[in-house]
């Protein structure tokens, strides 16, 4: 089972079908597609001032390597770890951007994929806007 957080704008909350089109479900933990291709995949999630940090930290690296004669390992080394960290920190990344975009964590849930997670968490704001009858008040 894995954990997701669910995001979505204080303003898309006023109908479960409109919400389930707009929330956006965010794994917790490492991810492979951020280590095998990471500025495709910041660029896919449109984590445009990461990316920018991402590539203006491996022209760094690129130009001190050549500076000061870093063997080509070295500068390898140093550029793979500095991807693994992202693999690492990159759905943490994701879920900064978008708070900075005004979505907001209104939710964790567990899901054996995203489609199982999105289910479970639907079902239960299905369940929880169901309106329970009132109880007979004891006199």
Known sequence: M????VHYRHEEASSLSGLADKAILV???FSWPALFFGPLWLAWRSMWLVL????????VIAALARLIGLPDGAATIITTAINLLLALEGND?????????RYHERGIVLGG???EAEERFFTGKAMAQRSLPESPVAQ
């Open 93 to 101: 990344l994701l879920r900064w951007t978008l708070e900075r975009r």
């Open 27 to 29: 794994k917790e933990g």
């Open 2 to 5: 894995k954990l997701y957080s």
């Open 113 to 115: 994929g995203l489609a």
């Open 52 to 59: 920018a940090f991402y590539v203006a930290l491996m022209l």
